[in-house]
């Protein structure tokens, strides 16, 4: 309890301190073998306590309006790092973000953001909004939900389902949501030796191309998970395998060397 009144106290100073990082993690396109998107994340360098992991302050800030403004200075965060690649003249990356279930108490937030992305020239559909599963715990909030995605797409932003599987209702939301991704939870690729494993993923992998939505594959770490991944069509992969979150400089030298490097492979 002590711990949670101190970083309750210290985030606003944190916030105004830009303590708060943008870290990304790739994601692979399987068909193409390149890099053309990434998942914003946040990391907390704190001046005086070091690093405060996310598993430790999400669930902190969720219980308070914190989360709300966390997640919208991770946005602009995010929006500023596009803008900056633009002027680059870098390759164009989509990026997608997470959000609190919170927001959902009031979707205009959702003006907010999209005020944020034309301010900063963001492309529509460069930047992908991911709900998760647990938001939709009952008939009005799968409601609300529903219209907050219409709004989205009416907006310019992509809509992902994350931790898809993790829940017991994930094959009825699909008929209720025009999500553009699914990201596949990774509880699916712990026991890939599982032969029924393997057919529920086959089933689910081919559910998402029937219904022509991107199907993203969470948690990949080993070169067995990508083998099996690369048997199914299965759109895009994400894991510690390719790489973990990186910040911004050390993602992009690490993207144009991965880019390269498949480049190369693609050419023998």
Same mark, same amino acid.
């Given at each position: 309890m002590q711990r949670e009144k101190q970083l309750n106290s210290i985030f606003l100073t944190? %916030?105004?301190?830009?303590? @708060?990082?943008?870290?990304?993690?790739?994601?692979? /396109?399987?068909?193409?073998?390149?890099?053309?998107?990434?998942?914003?994340?946040?990391?907390?360098?704190?001046?005086?306590?070091?690093?405060?992991y996310p598993s430790e302050f999400i669930p902190v800030f969720e219980k308070s309006e914190?989360?709300?403004? %966390?997640?919208?200075?991770? @946005?602009?965060?995010?929006?500023?790092?596009?803008? /900056?690649?633009?002027?680059?003249?870098?390759?164009?990356l989509s990026v997608s973000i997470n959000l609190s279930r919170r927001h959902f108490h009031d979707l205009s937030f959702l003006q907010d953001y999209a005020a944020i992305k034309q301010r900063y020239g963001?492309?529509?559909?460069q930047i992908e909004l991911e709900l998760t599963e647990s938001m939709l715990f009952n008939q009005e909030q799968i409601a609300v939900v529903q219209q907050a995605v219409v709004q989205m797409h009416e907006l310019g932003f992509c809509c992902s389902?994350?931790?898809?599987?993790?829940?017991?209702?994930?094959?009825?939301l699909l008929k209720s949501f025009a999500v553009d991704a699914i990201?596949?939870?990774?509880?699916?690729?712990?026991?890939?030796?599982?032969?029924?494993?393997?057919d529920i993923l086959h089933c689910l992998i081919d559910l998402a191309q029937r219904l022509h939505i991107r199907m993203i594959a969470e948690g990949i770490e080993t070169k067995e998970q990508l083998e099996f991944l690369n048997s199914t069509t299965c759109d895009m992969a994400q894991g510690y395998y390719f790489s973990k979150p990186l910040p911004p400089a050390q993602f992009e030298a690490w993207l144009i060397q991965f880019n390269q490097r498949a480049k190369v492979n693609a050419g023998k």
């Open positions: 944190s %916030l105004q301190q830009h303590d @708060f990082q943008l870290y990304l993690q790739p994601k692979i /396109s399987l068909k193409e073998g390149v890099c053309h998107s990434a998942e914003a994340l946040v990391r907390w360098q704190h001046p005086q306590l070091g690093s405060i914190h989360i709300l403004a %966390l997640d919208c200075y991770m @946005f602009e965060e995010v929006c500023r790092y596009l803008h /900056s690649r633009s002027n680059a003249g870098l390759p164009p963001i492309a529509d559909a389902l994350d931790d898809f599987g993790a829940g017991f209702s994930s094959l009825g990201k596949l939870d990774r509880i699916f690729f712990e026991d890939i030796h599982n032969s029924k494993a393997k």
